[in-house]
């Protein structure tokens, strides 16, 4: 996997951080607040994936 990690809001005290794309539609644990809630995929995994697919496509043009 490329891309790996994605950045977030804590939903409770609104600081950024980053996540792995694996955990995305489960809970987490903010590392700042401490406070534990659940990550929405809305596609995200998805999208990710894609991108991965267009750069792997990209790169393979190159050579």
């Known amino acids: 996997m490329i891309i790996d990690k994605i950045d977030i809001d804590c939903p ?5 951080f980053s996540i792995s794309v694996d955990s ?3 809970s987490v644990s903010c590392p700042f607040c401490k406070k534990e809630f659940m990550t929405e995929d809305d596609g995200i995994k998805s999208a990710v994936e894609d991108a991965e697919n267009d750069i792997l496509n ?6």
């Open 58 to 63: 990209t790169l393979s043009n190159l050579l």
């Open 24 to 26: 995305v539609g489960s």
């Open 12 to 16: 409770y005290c609104n600081k950024e």
